[in-house]
């Protein structure tokens, strides 16, 4: 069971959401819909593209999103097509591309974003445009880090696509996947897809992992989703927490079953240290990132530590 909202930080500031957005998409087989989250005050907002794990929807994730809205960031949640909630079949062709689709649909969405904003009346005038991060968490931490960088060995036909975004500033990767050498042979078999290469994620990104996260998808153990920090160039951080599985503490969701590391403190440092390294990434605030790294830094504190490089 995840943390109850009672057990996390009060949200700082009023913020409205507004669901389902539907943008429509021909060739898709279906809408791409979002959930839209912003500050109700404030100018100059910066963006936040939020990517869910394999399966979930932009129901999903609220200790995380719902906390950067009250931040200052307008947040986006797309639905992908992997969704429970859109129920694909197992054998629907369109599965072996999703990886690829969940680009397509990020990307667009970028593309549409003064029609997404328009829907809350009067933040499009509130929103700077030109500051636009991203994040994710497990299967989203891949769609992120294309945005970023990242590159897929297509299993189809081997090719290597650099499908970056070149306005994603920053992101945040979440209990992502490594390298896809490291694959468990269930893993191989049903997410080939999971194939990804750090070497042109240049941007910088702020990773992070739980040191119990031993995933089924992954032969190596917990630092498997370490790869994308060690093994790309540029501006990057690692944030490892202490005691934390898969959920991380809990950030799918307020008291949602698949969270077995129940930790408010946890989820607390995660989506704090995010939100600074973002406004940092940006060059809005550096106060509250170098109190953070000077925190987490060294041996760090008994939920979390912090190692950088660039």
Excluded: C
Excluded at 83 to 106: E, F, V, Y
Excluded at 138 to 164: H, K
Excluded at 176 to 190: Q, V
Excluded at 282 to 294: K, P, T, V
Aim: net charge negative; proline share 7%.
């Amino acid at each position: 069971m995840a943390p109850s909202t009672t057990h996390l930080s009060a949200i700082d500031a009023p913020y409205v959401s507004v669901k389902p957005i539907v943008l429509p998409v021909p060739g898709r087989g279906g809408d791409l819909v979002l959930r839209l989250s912003a500050p109700l005050t404030g100018h100059e907002l910066p963006v936040l593209l939020f990517s869910h794990g394999y399966g979930e929807s932009f129901d999903g994730y609220g200790p995380l999103t719902d906390f950067w809205a009250s931040q200052g960031f307008v947040v986006i949640q797309p639905t992908y097509l992997d969704s429970r909630s859109l129920g694909l079949t197992d054998n629907d062709p369109r599965r072996a591309g999703i990886w690829k689709q969940r680009a397509a649909d990020a990307t667009l969405i970028l593309d549409r974003l003064e029609q997404v904003l328009a829907v809350i009346p009067g933040l499009r005038e509130r929103v700077d445009t030109n500051r636009i991060t991203a994040a994710g968490h497990s299967f989203g931490g891949q769609t992120t880090g294309i945005l970023l960088g990242l590159r897929v060995i297509d299993p189809e036909t081997g090719a290597i696509e650099d499908l970056r975004d070149p306005r994603v500033q920053a992101g945040v990767l979440m209990a992502t996947a490594g390298r896809g050498s490291d694959l468990s042979p269930f893993a191989a078999e049903h997410f080939p897809f999971m194939n990804p290469t750090f070497d042109h994620m240049s941007t910088p990104t702020l990773i992070v992992l739980g040191d119990q996260d031993d995933s089924l998808l992954s032969t190596r153990g917990p630092d498997w989703s370490a790869d994308p920090y060690t093994d790309s160039p540029g501006e990057k951080h690692l944030l490892t927490l202490v005691g934390g599985e898969h959920s991380l503490g809990g950030i799918p969701g307020y008291d949602v079953k698949e969270t077995t590391d129940e930790n408010a403190e946890r989820v607390i440092l995660l989506r704090t240290v995010a939100a600074a390294f973002l406004r940092h990434a940006l060059g809005i605030d550096e106060i509250a990132w170098d109190d953070a790294r000077q925190t987490l830094g060294g041996i760090g504190t008994d939920i979390g530590r912090m190692e950088s490089k660039k």
